[in-house]
């Protein structure tokens, strides 16, 4: 087992390498399902994720002045910045191709600063471990999204723009291969024991989450087809869900049960939400990161919680704090994300940040020279 | 060195990794050449290696169980279990785009008891390595997956579908490189010891390969250009044949030659078999299974025998012996795979399965909702 | 900290694996921009590295004979000839769609083979580190390129084929977002302690090398839009800048600061190299290694000896020796790259190896089967 020296030695390079590929390349083709925004959606993802990391570890570097934490090594300070860096990542999806790169990047410093300032609170008041307050990335990233995306203008529903092709799914596709493939070393990333156990209960989340997408995407369809939207967000489901707990479940089967909860919401949840609740708060979360990663990363709070329970039940003779702990933790994640990001959602629509016309919305030519279309001529 | 203890933990994390990273989405993109099947490719892939390998789980538990062996620790299982998929990835090559999600996923679920059955069988009577009866992959593979095959009927040859664009090629290429670059992985991931050797010859195997393809699809081709699908397949057909060898190569050059022989048969193979054998035992073997990992995997088991007797020609008394096991391990494996594929080809063209028409082979539209087709409407 | 032997074990197989993936696949795919030759970009360059990585083993054999030097083990020289490699990878860019597969080879076995007689004077006459000789890659890459690209024919410049759909740019920003995860890896490769140091500021002047893209590329652009070739050069230019010093800059924000000057060497490079310097010396230099690797490389030579200077400013007596050492190994490493380079452009002319028109460049058709154009018919 590594101690907390040797994880910030050259043994956790291939660590922060797997992590750094995920937000990098993985989210990066994961959001390139747009047919004509492939180069926004690639390139604004590297480069918000480039000023997010050097930005959390100025943060980082203030902290530990002002609070005298006590000072982690380079390659430390940059996987943690990396793995805070998914908040930023997904709240970007629910946006994707509204948002011109200065709101982008605006909205990454707030959601950086937001989410450093929310993790601080859940790790120095109410003592949650480094690992389960940086797990509440997905969580407030998916909140904070769909805060900011209340404030954008919906795309007129039968713009052709916002669809995606066999081409730009199979691309996307590429990129949920690779998040799935990676998605058990960002689990275990921050761990500093127990790592093997958390990188099998999550591959087997992933796993069972798999195979309950094709199953449900089957079944919710109405001629018997599968859909890539449900596979997408529903393979990767199981992975957010059991990233709270992979670490303490015992058995594989609790993870796989949670891995089969994680995909059902997330397809169930598409269904539901894009139907009912979506149109009727006037949401628009065109990556659908609400199902992906905001409804699973509720059930994963909610299981660790149920597992925290049953494991010390005897034991504890103090369980109404133990459970009061990450659901304290969770509320306050929930809220510090919505507030930020409704403010946010404020913040970046002023006049002052020339705010894209829905005519514009997902058009990679509106912020792209496109030589190849003078070739032609 | 790692010993058995060692490799199941932290450290083998990066090897289950690459083992993954290639089953998911190197032969997921291996397989994405035909033009209008790259969802099913890439899903299909995902779908049946997740089923298989809890498959594989379960199935070694069962054998734990019922055998008294020893219990493995988690990662070192599913890195196993991973490995197995490879020959049920192989055989689905076989019948790509003609069967339907059932018929795969009741053919995984067959191939993988029956490969561990097969191999149960040669470690137990025959006392052949772990690493050597694993990598019986390709062999049982490729043979399951062309007896299954033959039970298919055959395109109709004028099929446009059965054809690869430039673009699906080249994300079929992208695929390849991922499984060229891993190849080293995967033939090291199971030894304990002379892993640098095997890594190190499987890595110059590679390399004669891709070069002696280059050059053989250079030659036989009438006009001189290069073959696509020729490259395809030879560049890996090196890695296939020095897997049961690689790590008693003294010298590299020996690996050079396998590797320069495995390009050959796979290139000739390719251009003797679609011509003459295949046509006569009405198979259609969709990506070339038979000459990318058949052929190289008989001949890298030839090359074993030949290389041990040559090692141990002085040495041993019981030469017969030596030579006699692993022909033995060949000839079961080869049988077990031959039966209990035809078997599986009876079985799920069974009327049940909804067998799909010849009409709606390689069609990515009989499998999944196109919301991007209704989008000109 | 790995110590030499070390370096050789199992533990550095990662590292090598990096450095393999980045050559074969991820420069394999930075290439693919031009929109007909995806398949001659990604074939040929795994056909000249694998070709190269032999022939670079047997000249580090041959060179270990000859100069009794000590032998290294095998995993260690495949890793120094992949990286060696990318020298050759670098200079193909420059005569991308302009030269055949035999010229390739041919200018990658004489391009090894003056790579390693320039490293081989700089490691035995100037004592040059192992490391820094080894970084001249980039240089030695890109002016051998340019001084080989002068010798072939300009393209029309009205030619359609000479340029990039969305499609293929998309690709080509794949390969270069694993270019740049990887990037760390190759900086640290064979570096034997202060790995961290270097995969630390690596990463920091890639980032700040990736934000100064985006922002350089819109303030240059006519109508402020990002230009995609901007980004895809630009944003690799830090890592090839910090690449001499990585493991001796203390603070993270020196290797920003370069980061920041070799983004913008690139970008204004682009700008003035080819309105002004390309046309003027009639170099056409397809993929941009000029600015790309060429000038940050420079950037990069001139910074290791400005950091040294300021360094050892008050503790070595001998300042000028300090100076001299690196300014004369940059000076022997393009000097060789330009005369060896000229001289093989020279000899790839000749008529012996079948030069191709003009009409011809950039045209995949020249070289590969295309089943799919028949399809039609």
């Given at each position: 087992?590594?101690?907390?020296?040797?994880?910030?030695?050259t043994?956790?390079?291939?660590?922060?390498?797997?992590?750094?590929?995920?937000?990098?390349?993985?989210?990066?083709?994961?959001?390139?399902?747009?047919?004509?925004?492939?180069?926004?959606?690639?390139?604004?993802?590297?480069?918000?994720?480039?000023?997010?990391?050097?930005?959390?570890?100025?943060?980082?570097?203030?902290?530990?002045?002002?609070?005298?934490?006590?000072?982690?090594?380079?390659?430390?300070?940059?996987?943690?910045?990396?793995?805070?860096?998914?908040?930023?990542?997904?709240?970007?999806?629910a946006?994707?191709?509204?948002?011109?790169?200065?709101?982008?990047?605006?909205?990454?410093?707030?959601?950086?600063?937001?989410?450093?300032?929310?993790?601080?609170?859940?790790?120095?008041?109410?003592?949650?471990?480094?690992?389960i307050?940086?797990?509440?990335?997905?969580?407030?990233?998916?909140?904070?999204?769909?805060?900011?995306?209340?404030?954008?203008?919906?795309?007129?529903?039968?713009?052709?723009?916002?669809?995606?092709?066999?081409?730009?799914?199979?691309?996307?596709?590429?990129?949920?291969?690779?998040?799935?493939?990676?998605?058990?070393?960002?689990?275990?990333?921050?761990?500093?024991?127990?790592?093997?156990?958390?990188i099998?209960n999550?591959?087997?989340?992933?796993a069972?989450?798999?195979?309950?997408?094709?199953?449900?995407?089957?079944?919710?369809?109405?001629?018997?087809?599968f859909?890539?939207?449900?596979?997408?967000?529903?393979?990767?489901?199981?992975?957010?869900?059991?990233?709270?707990?992979?670490?303490?479940?015992?058995?594989?089967?609790?993870?796989?049960?949670?891995?089969?909860?994680?995909?059902?919401?997330?397809?169930?949840?598409?269904?539901?939400?894009?139907?009912?609740l979506?149109?009727?708060?006037?949401?628009?979360?065109?990556?659908?990161?609400?199902?992906?990663?905001?409804?699973?990363?509720?059930?994963?709070?909610?299981?660790?919680?149920?597992?925290?329970?049953?494991?010390?039940?005897?034991?504890?003779?103090r369980?109404?704090?133990?459970?009061?702990?990450?659901?304290?933790?969770?509320?306050?994640?929930?809220?510090?994300?919505?507030?930020?990001?409704?403010?946010?959602?404020?913040?970046?629509?002023?006049?002052?940040?020339?705010?894209?016309?829905?005519?514009?919305?997902?058009?990679?030519?509106?912020?792209?020279?496109?030589?190849?279309?003078?070739?032609?001529?």
């Amino acid at each position: 087992m590594d101690d907390d020296d040797a994880s910030g030695s050259t043994n956790s390079y291939p660590a922060f390498q797997d992590v750094n590929h995920m937000v990098i390349f993985g989210f990066g083709f994961f959001l390139t399902f747009l047919k004509r925004y492939g180069f926004s959606s690639t390139g604004f993802n590297l480069l918000i994720i480039v000023l997010g990391v050097q930005c959390s570890v100025l943060i980082e570097d203030l902290l530990v002045l002002l609070l005298q934490r006590e000072y982690k090594d380079g390659l430390q300070r940059i996987t943690k910045a990396a793995v805070s860096m998914t908040a930023v990542v997904i709240s970007t999806g629910a946006v994707l191709g509204k948002a011109n790169p200065v709101q982008l990047i605006l909205m990454a410093v707030v959601e950086i600063i937001a989410f450093h300032m929310s993790r601080s609170i859940n790790t120095t008041f109410l003592q949650v471990s480094d690992n389960i307050s940086m797990m509440h990335v997905h969580l407030f990233g998916a909140y904070f999204g769909l805060a900011v995306s209340s404030h954008f203008s919906e795309p007129s529903p039968r713009t052709e723009k916002n669809a995606s092709t066999p081409k730009s799914d199979l691309l996307s596709m590429l990129g949920t291969l690779f998040l799935w493939v990676f998605w058990p070393s960002f689990n275990s990333v921050l761990l500093v024991e127990e790592k093997t156990k958390a990188i099998y209960n999550t591959y087997f989340a992933l796993a069972v989450s798999a195979v309950t997408a094709f199953v449900l995407s089957l079944l919710t369809a109405k001629d018997g087809k599968f859909r890539m939207t449900d596979i997408h967000s529903a393979v990767l489901a199981g992975g957010v869900t059991v990233g709270y707990a992979a670490h303490i479940i015992e058995y594989p089967w609790i993870a796989m049960i949670l891995g089969l909860l994680a995909s059902g919401t997330a397809v169930l949840g598409s269904y539901c939400l894009q139907r009912c609740l979506h149109p009727a708060l006037k949401i628009h979360d065109t990556s659908g990161i609400h199902f992906t990663f905001g409804l699973p990363g509720v059930l994963g709070a909610l299981a660790q919680v149920v597992l925290l329970v049953l494991k010390d039940w005897t034991k504890s003779p103090r369980l109404d704090y133990l459970v009061m702990i990450p659901i304290g933790a969770f509320c306050l994640t929930i809220s510090v994300a919505l507030i930020t990001g409704f403010l946010t959602g404020v913040i970046v629509n002023l006049k002052l940040f020339k705010t894209i016309p829905v005519s514009k919305y997902f058009e990679d030519q509106f912020y792209w020279e496109f030589p190849h279309l003078a070739v032609g001529f």
